[in-house]
Structure formats: structure tokens, C-alpha cells
């Protein structure tokens, strides 16, 4: 076993302090959008069928949802953690404005290692002498939300003796990340077991009552920190997956919600009219929700996908290609673009993938510190995350709350990734 400490950034990071009050005040709303996607089967259906057709996971993760849905859902509380990821777009005038690059409604990290973040930045500000920019730091404690969620739902499951199951990867690379809201759970008396794919499959089972039981202990809560991926999946691990959903376990997220985060998905909520349609009555929430999109486009097959795949291909510096993955390193930048757009500009597969204005922050000089490598100033951009949580009884939303922040930042010359992903670092935000 190798540990490393966590990147982080030498200094903390501007952030214009209005854009981020916005990011706290739409989170709230985002939940609710979420929430209603996941329950909205035609919706899904609806939007996702043209992905279907070409992208194996999706279609995959479909099938499980078509087939929880059809045997009748045994679950009845729900619980959503989720982080919706901002960057501060520089306009020509050099105003900047809050949008939106997605929302991950699935093994949303980070959330314990920020938990820290604040504390590193404001002993290094004190440090260089700057005991008063340290007081200014804001406190910021996701793990303690996060584990408030999973524990509203491990109660309203109602089994004292039930446990919360973390499920995990074959190889843990963020582990410490995850003990943090493990161990919040601890200490209110909450027991949480971790568990991978292979586990359930070898030792899980359901009753008669679709009680879901790991070696005999009855779970009331899977938390997912797995299974985004199609490099997470064997036939085994389907299989897992299924007993899991079709459990009266709380899953976190549910299958539904799982696809509800999808880039496909991001993609249609910014036609005109759907957002009005998925929360009725609820124009503000709408506007402020809208206010943070950029500009999304569909490749599907027609007029509409020929028309911006040529402007794509002609200006390809305008947009970000990206396919129905997460975890950082999929999308297509610039040249590449161009080549790959080129490539699949004829054929049905360009439907697997969404283009995306591309956002231009204000860079901003910082050093990045991670493990074994030489420390240099780099010019950097920074991404705002606000974590979202939810839980829902039958109908009745019994929580719905902005549960903290998580900055990240990177150095310029990578377009994509996050920390996982080797790229960006830890970083807190300094409001101006
Ligand atoms: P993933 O699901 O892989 O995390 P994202 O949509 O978050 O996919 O994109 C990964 C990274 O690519 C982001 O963290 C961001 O750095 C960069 N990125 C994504 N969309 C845009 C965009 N529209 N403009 C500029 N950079 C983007
Ligand atoms: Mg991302």
C-alpha cells in the first residue's frame, strides 16, 4: 500500500464571491431537477434513445432501470448526492459568469479531503504573515452533510440494526476521501461496511421482502463510490448490480438517477421548454437553473446535428466534445476534435457524443504541490463544485439541502481532467 498526500494548491484561489453565493443559491434546485428526471421514465426513455442505439453502458444501465421498473420498485426512500461542477466563463468585457459543466449524480468525490482544504490554506496564509486572509477562509464540511443524508435515509429505512454499504473499487485509490464521511457516520452510531462488486455477487442476497443481505447482515443504505464506468463492469458485476437495484435497499444514486446524469441528458435540459416541463410551476427555480447553462448542442441525426457538427469542425476551438463518460479524460479538445468530428461526421456514432461551448475562465498564477514533483509556478483555472443532497420519502422530499464546495484547479495546458484523474488539485476559495 502506497499513501500519498492529497494535491493541493500552495495558495488559495480567487472567486468572485457573487458567483459563488449563485452556485449555493441553484443547488437546492438542482436537486429537485434531478429528483424529478429520475422519477420522469419517459423523459429518460425519450432523451436517451438515440444514445442507446450506439453506447453499450448507457444501453446497459437502461435495461437494469426498464427492468427495476417493470417488477415494481421495492425502494421507497431515496437518496441523492450529488455535486454540480461550475467554471467562471471571462466574457469580452471581462465580466465572469457562473455555467455550468455538469452535474455527477453518481460517486461524487472529494467531498471528505475538502473537508480539510480550508485548514491547510489557512495555516499556509498564516504562515506568510497573513493571520487576517486566513480568518476570511470559509468554513466547509461536505463530509458532514454527505453523512447527515445517508443517515436521514438509513433512519427512514427504519432497521436499527441495518447497515450503510459503501461500495467500492477493486483497487482504492481515494480511500481517505471516503473514510471522512465513513467515519461520521461512526460516530452517530451508524455501522458502514465496505464492499465491492465481487462481494455482492458471491455474498449478496434479497428476501421475500427484497431485503437486501451482505453475509447476513441486512443493508439499509448502498452508497455507491463504483460503478460509472464501463471498466467497472464484468457479468459478475451486472449481475451485482441488478440484485442491488431490484433490493428495498436506499440505493445512492438509484439507476434512474444514475442516468439522469448523464451528458446526453445535460444536453437536452437546455432545449427550450424542458426544464418548464420537468418542474412545473416552478419558474424561478427555473431561471436560476438556466441562467448557469452554456450552450449545449445534439449530434443526433437531422439537420440540427449537421449544422453545428460543420460549425464544430469549421471552429473547433469554440467547443468541447464529449461522450457519455465520466471520471475526467474523455472529452475532445480542439484539433482533435476536428479529426475525430470528421471522422464520424456521416455516421450514426457521433450520437454517442454532445458538444459543448467551451468556457473560458480568467487564468490566475498558483503553485500546485502533489507528491514527487518538482514545484513550479504554473498559470492555472479553478472549478467550483457545490454538493447537493436529497432525500425523498414516497412523494414527500424530507431533505434538500447545499451540503459544501469543493475547488479544484489545474494548470492551463490540461483541458480536461479532475484530481483522480492526475490532473487538477485541491484547492479552497478566496472570495473577492
Ligand atoms: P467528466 O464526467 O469526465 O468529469 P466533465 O464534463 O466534467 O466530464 O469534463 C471534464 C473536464 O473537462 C472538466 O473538469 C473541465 O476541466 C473540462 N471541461 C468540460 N467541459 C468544458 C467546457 N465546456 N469548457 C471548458 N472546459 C471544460
Ligand atoms: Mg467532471
Known amino acids: 500500500q502506497v ?44 432523451t436517451l434513445a438515440s444514445t442507446i442505439k450506439v453506447d453499450d453502458f448507457t444501453a446497459r444501465l437502461f435495461r437494469i432501470h426498464t427492468q427495476v421498473l417493470e417488477e415494481g420498485l421495492a425502494q421507497s426512500v431515496f437518496l441523492g448526492i450529488n455535486r454540480s461542477d461550475y467554471m467562471f466563463d471571462c466574457g469580452v468585457d471581462g465580466t465572469a ?78 480511500i481517505f476521501d471516503q473514510r471522512c464521511v465513513e467515519n461520521e457516520l461512526w460516530n452517530r452510531n451508524i455501522r458502514v461496511i465496505r464492499k465491492r462488486f465481487r462481494d455482492v455477487f458471491e455474498k449478496g442476497s434479497l428476501d421475500d421482502a427484497k431485503r437486501l443481505y451482505m453475509d447476513g447482515q441486512e443493508v439499509a443504505v448502498v452508497y455507491y463510490r463504483e460503478g460509472y464506468v464501463p471498466k467497472n463492469y464484468d457479468q459478475q458485476n451486472w449481475e451485482a448490480r441488478l440484485l442491488l437495484e431490484r433490493s428495498r435497499a436506499v440505493k445512492c444514486p438509484d439507476i434512474a438517477t444514475q442516468l439522469a446524469g448523464t451528458k446526453k441528458v445535460q444536453q437536452e435540459l437546455s432545449r427550450p421548454g424542458t426544464l418548464e416541463r420537468l418542474l412545473p410551476g416552478r419558474a424561478e427555480a427555473v431561471a436560476r437553473i438556466r441562467a448557469t447553462f452554456a450552450g449545449l448542442y445534439s449530434l443526433d441525426v437531422g439537420e440540427e446535428g449537421d449544422k453545428i457538427t460543420a460549425a464544430a469542425i469549421a471552429d473547433p476551438n469554440q467547443f468541447v466534445l464529449k461522450p457519455q463518460r465520466e471520471g475526467g479524460g474523455n472529452n475532445l479538445y480542439g484539433e482533435e476534435l476536428r479529426q475525430v468530428l470528421e471522422k464520424i461526421r ?19 498564477m498558483n503553485y500546485l504541490l502533489r507528491a514527487h514533483s518538482p514545484l513550479q509556478v504554473s498559470e492555472c483555472i479553478s472549478e467550483l463544485g457545490i454538493f447537493g443532497v436529497y432525500v425523498r420519502q414516497g412523494k414527500e422530499m424530507v431533505m434538500n439541502k447545499a451540503a459544501g464546495h469543493l475547488l479544484r484547479t489545474k ?7 479532475g484530481v483522480a484523474a492526475g490532473v487538477a488539485v485541491l484547492d479552497t476559495p478566496y472570495l473577492v
Open 97 to 174: 459568469a457562473l455555467k455550468q459543466i455538469e452535474i455527477n449524480t453518481i460517486a461524487a468525490s472529494f467531498g471528505g479531503l475538502t473537508s480539510r482544504t480550508a485548514a491547510v490554506h489557512g495555516q499556509v496564509l498564516k504562515v506568510l504573515g497573513k493571520s487576517k486572509e486566513a480568518s476570511c477562509l470559509l468554513p466547509n464540511n461536505p463530509s458532514k452533510g454527505l453523512a447527515l443524508g445517508i443517515a436521514k435515509a438509513w433512519e427512514l429505512y427504519g432497521s436499527q440494526s441495518a447497515v450503510v454499504m459503501f461500495l467500492v473499487e477493486e483497487v482504492q485509490r481515494n
Open 411 to 417: 494548470a492551463i495546458e490540461h483541458a480536461d481532467g
Open 3 to 46: 499513501v500519498n498526500y492529497a494535491p493541493f494548491t500552495l495558495l488559495p484561489s480567487a472567486v468572485p464571491s457573487a458567483l459563488f453565493e449563485q452556485a449555493y443559491a441553484v443547488q437546492q434546485d438542482f436537486n429537485l431537477l434531478v429528483d424529478a428526471i429520475s422519477q420522469n421514465k419517459e423523459f429518460l426513455e425519450h
Open 346 to 364: 456521416d455516421s450514426p456514432e457521433r450520437t454517442s457524443y454532445i458538444l459543448m461551448d467551451k468556457i473560458n475562465p480568467q487564468p490566475a
